[in-house]
Every structure is written in C-alpha cells, then in structure tokens.
C-alpha cells in the first residue's frame, strides 16, 4: 500500500505550471513530496520525522493525515513549526481526505503553507476534482494547487478548470504534448475557477 | 428543435479535434490502452466483441431530417448499413474501425451532433419524452431544460470521472414515458400557481437505477425553481462524487449511496452543499433561457379540424378490407394524440417479427424515414426509449397516406405495445459485457407471436430483454422481463414478471430457477395462456398479474420443466 503510494507519487522533474490569466510552462520543482509513513503502523507516528529535504528543494509536501496528527505533537512542534514559519511546509490532500470536516485547520493553513497539492491514486479518480474545487469555491484559497500523482495528460484540462494551478506529471508523460492541453477549447458551457461560462462572458 | 449557435458548434468542432489526437496518441502508442479507454469511453467508443461500437447521442430523442440522413451516410460508409437504435436515445453502429472514428465524428459535428458523453462515468446523455412539445397529456415542454442542461452537463470539468455513470432523465407530462425513477437523477417538471409564483420548478428524484439492484429513485427537493438546477445538480454530483464507492463498480452507482445513508440523509447533505452554492452564479439566466427556448416553438401548423377515429378511418373507404382493417390497427395502436387539432403523432416500429433486432434501422430505411419526416412532419423525428421512431407532427388527414408509404419501408407494423415491441439490448452477438445472447430470445417470441389478431387481443404488454445484469434492455421494467445469466459458460435466461414503467413503475420479481434459450417461448406461452385463462374482461396482463400475485403465472412457466422432469423421472425408474 504504501509503497505503491510511494510510486504513485513519483513524478516528472519539470512541473507544469498553469496560473489562473496566465500561460502554461515548465518549471524546476522546488517541492518534495513525503508520501508519508512506510508502514501503516499508527503507533510509530510519534516518533516518526518527516525526512529531511533533498538537496535542490525549497519544502515538503507533508500528508494533510500527517500534519492533523502530528502538528501539535509534542515531538515535532518546535521543529515543524519553525519550518512552517519558513515557508518550508506545505500539505497533500489524499482523495479520501474529506476537507470540510477540517474547515478550522485549513482556514489556520492558508496563513503558513505557500501551496498544496491533491492526489490522484489513479487518473479516472475524480474525487479530487471536486476537493480542488472545494479549496477554491469553499476556502477562497488563493494559492497554488498542485496535482500530484497519477497526473496525465487528458486530465490537464478539467483540471485546470477545477482549480488546479500546478501539476506534476507521472515520469512517462510527455510534457511537450501537456503544455497543448489548455487551450484545446475556446469555448465553454458552464462556469469554472478560471471563468464564466462563454454566454454569460460574451453578454456581460 | 433546438440549432447550435457558434458556442455550440465550436465545442464540439473543438471536440472532434482533441478525440483526433487522442486516437493519433493511441495508434502511435504514447496512449496506453488502459488509459484510452476512459477517454474514448467519454465519446462513446466502445470496444466489442468484434469491433468498435460508436454511441452517438440523440439529445432528448429529437433529431432532423437532415441529421438522420447523415446517421444514414455514416451507416453506409463506416458501417454495415444500418444503425441500432438504443433504450437511451441513442444510435449505435456496431462495425466501425478506431481509425475512422475522427472522422465519423467530423460528419456527425456537421450536423450539430456528437458522441459526446454517452458512455463512461460521467452525466450521460440526458433522455426524456419522445412526445415532449407534442403530448396531449403534457404540463410543461420538457426540452428547454434538457437543452440547457446538455450545455451544462457538456465536459463539465469536476464530474468527468465520477465514481459510475450518471443518467438523467426529464418528463414534464402527466403520463411518466421516461422511466423517471429509474435514473440516477430524475427531474419532474411542473408549473403550479402556488410554488415559485407560478413560475417553472423541478422535483428531484434520486438513487434510482436498474442493473444488478434495481432501485426505484427517491424524491429529495420539490418545488426547486428551473434556474436553480446548476447549482441544486452541482451540489448532488459532488456529495455522490466525494462519497460514492469507488472501491466496489457494482456499488459504485449513486443508488447505492443513497441507500446506504437513507434518503433523507443524503437530501440533507445536498442541502448543505447547496446552501453554500444556490445563489452563485451557476444558476441558468434568463437570457440563457431566452436562447434556448426560442428554438422550441411551435412549428407552422395549420388551422385544422380535429378528425374524429371514424373520419381518419373513412379515408380509407375505397379500400379493400383487409387494408381497412390495417390501417385501423395501426391507428389504434402506433397514432397518438396530440395537443393540437387536426394533428397525431406517428410511431414507426422498429420491431419487424423476427427479421432483424430490435431498434435497427438500414440505410435505405432511415433515408426513406428522413423523407416521410420532412413530407408529413416538420422535417423532424423523435427516437423513444421502446427503441421505435415517431414523427410528431402528422395532420390526421395525410394518416393514411403516410400509413401506405411506411408500410413500404416495413416500419407500419402495428405492434406498438404489444408483446412484440420489445425493448432489447444488442446483447452477446455484440456486446462484450452480455453473458448471453439477446437478439435470438427476441427473435424466437416475435416468430412464435407473429398472428396479429392473437397479439391485439393481448392488449398491452411489455416484454423487455438484456443479455446481462447492465440491464440496458430494461428488463426490469417489462411486465415480462428477460436476463441473461451466465452459468457455468453456458447461456441462461432468468424470468420476472410483475415490471412496469409509466406512473406505476415498478421492479418485476425473478420467479426462479433460469430456463435454456429453446425454453423461451414455451415459457412464455404459458405465462401468456394463463393470463389468457385468468384475466377479468379487458384486464391488461399487468392489473390480472398485480390481482393474482406471481405463483400461477410461475407454476406455468415452470409448467413444462416439471413435466419434463417427471418424465425423466419415470424413465430413470423405467430403466
């Protein structure tokens, strides 16, 4: 289990970035991602250190199931927070993560963590389509959104569209092809993040 | 009928051009199959037994004259002369290649059509009332909100991979003809002077389905105002996106979760959703209405007097008998009454006896359809849910003219209703999934039913065929249902009675043990000859079957096998 997390996780050096008005390009990636524990074990979570960064990387993407547990854990505090403090943390959502039961701890996280990232186990799960858009819609986050995981190319789009502003694209992707994806259509039938369906911006 | 503006046509010019690519990706390679198959799924490209099968939607049933004559020329030229028409409003061609598919999508956009959505797990394409605008029964023309809600449903980025399908169905008519709570959303469109000051308003029905747990839908909002359906939808299709089961397909349907959290919870959480979205700006507008709703105006018909039976019947006085007696027959059963006077609307049966599978039309016939269309009906037809075609619009003087030019194409049989209109899916000739064939057992019943006397004195019955628990036949809402089951390799066919669609829709019961395909017949024979025996005067099979309860019409279909058994018995004991 975890060790296909682990896999699945595993991306493209370059992450495609696609801001909201902007236009999509690659970028090195600065941030890691921690898949999290490599065993299911709950009671080795205390005494677990998330790793330290590799060389090159600004900060960690820690699992949202991660930061609940362990944020306020007597071990880590002082460490983590220093690290939060420095822009150094930010948190993936897994697909099963359900956002709204921890309205408070996001609202608190907008202020620390520079990004986050949602996870796709696989590309058909669309779970986290609507989780992105939970963030935008719900939690007014500004922020990037990263899509992390079994990212393809053929989800670009309605990922962008959700609220996706990032994505690492699984290694055998091809990032050429990716970067063709969004402005596929220049039209559209209802609203999005990144704007009003076309009638309704055409008449306005 | 509704005609695309650039908006529309750029989508799905737009469209065509990004399946293209993923096609050149899979041929190439770079795609692998695993990964196509949602995306060609998504535009309705199925890999079959033999080939490709290509679903192209028929957005509510209407399409033009001018659009069947393209289905036809794809037909012809990508196919092997014929199209199947499906219980979704859909046509299907069976034999097509993966590299053409582009392009039979280029023609289809040329013609304002697509296969947009109608397969995967994603809002399909949305049904309703063949005789929607037309019915003499209807409280409220049902296309503008369909239409409005194929734009909104149309690549709607966040329910692109939903946990399973998602069905719509919209009815606006007294009579339900869509199979409302069957669908995983079911919209009833209603105008009272008490809800919404008199304006549109929608009641929702949720969690219906048929395949392997037939559930009927649950009535979770009434009285929601029509411009509110994005934001009401949007809501739904998130609670059942985040918690639908992803973990089981057989649980994966929103019936499933509206079951398991009871449907007053699950109402309550849409609720909650809403609460945060209803006064967004996701709701339809007026001038979105405007836009649509003009296209749906009546057409130019003609100051008429409305024609009693007798009169339409007398323009056949000079007529011999037998043709006279036709041509009542197929007044009676395929010509239904329409809202304005001096006009009928028209089924043409898509069910010959034995000839060819339900819902299939060839080339020629659809060329042939498409003329009649536009010679007695608008240049407009409608594709039902029966799997039959209807032209709505027909004046009741030119009945009988029309009757003789259809007779020609061989689609005047007047069997509408009867036990020979059969609903059936293509089943295993053709689809992947069946477990067993469809298209025979439909075959075998028309054949052994083939005397139209004995059928009109049957009256109303419906009998409905699939080849697997996928239920596209329908077959749990026949009165008469037909399932193919698999067991042990070998083709079996499971029984229920008791199905019915309309206002009283219900799920039929399995009776017992499955029967051998050349068992059929029989069973159903003695199924029919004890409601024959049984039956109160002009008692429909259905009211004898809901006044008796299952055991005689079980004890007669398993009639002959415990006849058959016995006699092995005694043979055994001979020996």
């Known amino acids: ?204 | 009928m509704y005609k695309y503006d650039a908006i529309d046509q750029t989508l799905v010019d737009q469209r065509v051009a990004q399946f293209r690519d993923q096609v050149a990706r899979r041929i190439d390679g770079t795609l692998a199959e695993e990964e196509f198959r949602p995306l060609r799924l998504q535009n309705g490209l199925y890999h079959q037994r033999h080939a490709y099968m290509l679903r192209v939607a028929i957005p509510y049933g209407l399409f033009s004259a001018k659009q069947l004559r393209t289905m036809a020329l794809i037909s012809e030229t990508y196919d092997r002369g014929y199209g199947h028409f499906t219980t979704r409003q859909n046509i299907q061609y069976n034999w097509v290649t993966l590299e053409d598919t582009p392009d039979i999508l280029a023609e289809l956009a040329k013609v304002e059509m697509h296969a947009i959505q109608t397969s995967g797990n994603c809002i399909r394409n949305i049904t309703s009332d063949a005789f929607a605008g037309v019915a003499a029964d209807e409280c409220v023309d049902p296309r503008p909100i369909c239409e409005l809600l194929r734009q909104w449903s149309t690549l709607h980025p966040e329910f692109a991979h939903l946990p399973r399908k998602f069905k719509f169905a919209v009815n606006g008519a007294k009579e339900d003809r869509t199979v409302l709570l069957c669908h995983d959303v079911g919209i009833e469109l209603k105008k009272n002077l008490n809800v919404n000051n008199g304006e549109l308003t929608a009641d929702i029905y949720a969690g219906g389905g048929m395949g392997r747990t037939p559930i009927l839908g649950s009535l979770i909002k009434q009285g929601l105002p029509w411009n509110m359906l994005p934001s009401y939808l949007t809501a739904l299709l998130r609670v059942y996106n985040r918690f639908g089961r992803r973990d089981n397909l057989y649980k994966a349907r929103i019936k499933i979760l509206v079951k398991a959290l009871g449907p007053e919870e699950f109402a309550r959480q849409v609720e909650g959703e809403w609460a945060h979205i209803k006064n967004g700006e996701d709701n339809f507008t007026q001038a979105e209405w405007d836009r649509v709703a003009k296209h749906f105006t009546k057409p130019d018909y003609k100051n008429l007097p409305a024609l009693t039976t007798e009169q339409v019947i007398a323009s056949a006085t000079h007529a011999d008998a037998a043709t006279q007696t036709g041509f009542t027959r197929w007044l009676e059963r395929n010509v239904k009454p329409h809202q304005v006077p001096g006009y009928a609307s028209v089924i043409l049966s898509l069910k010959p006896h034995g000839t060819v599978a339900p819902g299939d039309a060839s080339t020629a016939q659809m060329l042939a359809i498409a003329d009649l269309s536009d010679q007695y009906s608008f240049g407009e037809l409608r594709a039902t849910h029966e799997q039959n075609l209807v032209l709505a619009d027909v004046e009741q003087a030119k009945l009988y003219e029309l009757w003789q030019e259809a007779k020609k194409q061989k689609v005047a049989l007047p069997n509408i209703g009867l036990l020979t209109d059969i609903i059936a899916c293509p089943g295993g000739d053709f689809c992947s999934l069946a477990n067993a064939k469809s298209l025979p057992i439909a075959k075998a019943i028309q054949e052994r039913f083939d005397d139209l006397d004995y059928l009109f004195d049957l009256g109303d019955i419906s009998l409905n065929i699939s080849g697997c628990i996928n239920s596209c036949g329908h077959h749990h809402v026949g009165n008469i249902g037909v399932l193919g089951v698999d067991k042990d390799g070998e083709e079996w066919y499971q029984i229920t009675l008791g199905g019915e669609q309309g206002n009283d829709t219900s799920i039929g019961k399995v009776i017992g043990p499955s029967f051998y395909a050349d068992e059929i017949p029989d069973v159903i024979t003695n199924v029919i000859n004890t409601y024959v025996n049984e039956r109160a005067e002009d008692e429909s099979f259905i009211s004898t079957y809901r006044r008796l309860g299952v055991t005689p019409f079980k004890e007669a279909a398993y009639k002959d096998k415990s006849e058959n058994a016995q006699k092995k018995d005694k043979a055994g004991v001979d020996a």
């Open chain 1, 1 to 204: 289990m975890s060790q296909d997390r682990l896999n699945t996780i595993a991306s493209h050096q370059k992450i495609l970035h696609f801001p909201k008005g902007g236009k999509p390009a690659l970028a090195h990636n600065e941030w890691q991602v921690w898949p999290g524990h490599q065993n299911n074990s709950e009671d080795e979570g205390g005494n677990f250190s998330p790793p330290d960064l590799d060389h090159g990387k600004k900060g960690l993407l820690v699992p949202f199931a991660w930061w609940l547990n362990h944020m306020h854990s007597h071990q880590h505090e002082a460490d983590i927070q220093s690290k939060a403090k420095a822009g150094q943390i930010g948190v993936w959502f897994a697909a099963d993560d359900d956002i709204l039961k921890h309205a408070d701890i996001i609202e608190a996280g907008k202020t620390v963590w520079p990004l986050v990232a949602v996870h796709f186990p696989i590309f058909r799960d669309g779970r986290s389509f609507s989780t992105a858009a939970l963030l935008r819609d719900r939690f007014a986050w500004t922020g990037e959104i990263r899509a992390i995981g079994d990212v393809l190319i053929d989800q670009l789009l309605q990922g962008a569209r959700v609220g996706f502003d990032s994505f690492a694209l699984r290694p055998d992707q091809n990032l050429d092809v990716a970067l063709k994806q969004f402005d596929l259509y220049s039209v559209t039938t209802q609203n999005s993040w990144r704007g009003k369906r076309t009638f309704i911006a055409e008449t306005v």
